[in-house]
């Protein structure tokens, strides 16, 4: 008897006797999940007006405090200005990505908050239609309007005229080489992405996808939107561009930190968690940072490991704290140094930092920008982030001042963003969606 005709026998008695018996009718069931704040936000014009107006403004703060020393490392920071407190002038040269012009006042802004203007441009445009090929869309168009300066007779008598239209063609390009392609084809759009800014996991898409939680009645609302917008994301950066912006819906909707950190743990509509081998990186990465800052926090520091290392942590002029404080602050810095990408704007850099910070401050808007802006690296972009997000959450009353009237004037009068108009024109937008005032 053959191998074949026995295997064919073993399984035909197999399923004879299966048939035979009853099944089981017992079913336990499948757990549900729940959405995260799953309620749909409702809040009325004057309140919604002002957490809008808080996250523009918040963000243009950290965006303003971190622009003059956007890339330095900390200790740099520390020998120039001692521990930074406030909007300092943005000492530099001008850059596409940078300010647009040299040696600006305190207040002066950077490509992060030059992105929330396009943005809310681009939602006032699009308003019911919000998606990735729009937004493509949207990218080129602008493009195509810059490129078209540079054919201006100005140009003829006037080249000043060619280093301003320039630098903002220098800025877009990169962007509406993806967006273009984007429209071409997807070959065409996949060499695009992967060559943007030399195939970097960059934090592109941070820079504007927290506007899309502003917008949104629900996190995993925002979540989609922000990850469909994120056409410029390689790899996991779509997913943090779109918790960043879920994060800001949070934020929209309460005032504490903890229920906006867990946004990473509860908001995850593509089972980034469910990957094989390495789950979701970015909740790995928030959970380790937030663990860190809690070990820090409760370690016991006594008087006389202040005084072994006193070198080690001396605390910058200006600390607004006590020399215990600064210990604790220098080795969460340490942490972050610890695991800095070799490139500053990387995605998962960004994303360290900002949880790190949110955690670190709880909430705090000013403790946890100064803990963003002397750490250096992409400190104005991490800055304009977290700015957001707690600017959503405290609203523009509260909002320190003079930084908030400061940034409002030098925006508008040097910089020609007029955030209050910004801010004015998302809510008019949105204004047939808002519970009426009572």
């Known amino acids: 008897m053959s191998a074949k005709t026995i295997l064919f026998g073993t399984l035909t008695l197999i399923m004879f006797l299966s048939c035979d018996k009853k099944t089981s009718k017992v079913a336990i069931p499948t757990p549900q999940k729940v959405a995260y704040g799953a309620d749909s936000l409702q809040l009325s014009e004057e309140v919604y007006f002002d957490k809008v107006l808080g996250a523009l403004v918040g963000s243009a703060i950290g965006d303003a405090m971190g622009a003059s020393t956007e890339m330095w490392y900390r200790k740099d920071i520390q020998l120039k200005y001692g521990f930074i407190t406030g909007l300092t002038p943005a000492v530099r040269e001008r850059s596409p990505e940078g300010t647009w012009s040299n040696n600006l006042f305190a207040g002066a802004t950077t490509d992060d908050t030059r992105w929330k203007y396009l943005t809310v441009k681009y939602l006032s445009e699009n308003h019911g239609r919000l998606n990735g090929e729009n937004f493509a869309k949207f990218i080129a168009d602008y493009y195509r309007s810059v490129a ?104 929209m909707r309460t005032e504490n930190i903890d229920s906006i950190l867990n946004t990473a743990t509860f908001v995850d509509p593509y089972g980034y968690q469910d990957s094989r081998l390495v789950r979701r990186i970015p909740y790995s990465v928030a959970d380790a940072s937030i663990k860190k800052v809690l070990a820090i926090k409760d370690r016991v520091i006594t008087d006389s490991l202040l005084t072994q290392e006193a070198l080690l942590y001396r605390m910058p002029k200006g600390f607004p704290g006590t020399q215990e404080d600064w210990m604790r602050q220098e080795m969460a810095y340490q942490f972050l140094e610890e695991n800095e990408k070799s490139i500053p704007f990387h995605a998962g850099e960004i994303w360290q930092i900002l949880v790190t910070a949110l955690e670190y401050g709880q909430g705090n808007f000013e403790k946890t920008l100064l803990f963003i802006i002397n750490y250096g690296r992409d400190n104005d972009t991490v800055g304009a982030v977290a700015g957001m997000i707690l600017g959503a959450k405290e609203g523009y009353k509260k909002l320190p001042s003079p930084w908030k009237e400061t940034i409002l004037k030098v925006n508008k009068e040097n910089m020609g963003l007029d955030l209050e108009a910004m801010a004015l024109e998302m809510v008019s937008s949105e204004k047939k969606q808002l519970k009426p005032q009572r």
């Open 148 to 251: 078209k300066s540079l054919s201006d007779k100005d140009l003829l008598t006037n080249p000043d005229v060619l280093d301003n239209n320039i630098e903002k063609i220098d800025w877009i390009k990169e962007w509406a080489r993806v967006a273009l392609a984007k429209q071409e084809n997807n070959d065409a759009y996949q060499q695009a992405l992967n060559r943007f800014y030399g195939g970097e996991m960059s934090c592109a898409g941070q820079l504007y996808t927290p506007m899309f939680g502003l917008i949104s009645k629900t996190a995993e609302e925002a979540y989609d939107l922000g990850y469909k917008h994120a056409i410029f994301d390689l790899g996991y950066a779509k997913d943090i561009s779109a918790l960043v912006a879920a994060m800001t819906q949070m934020a």
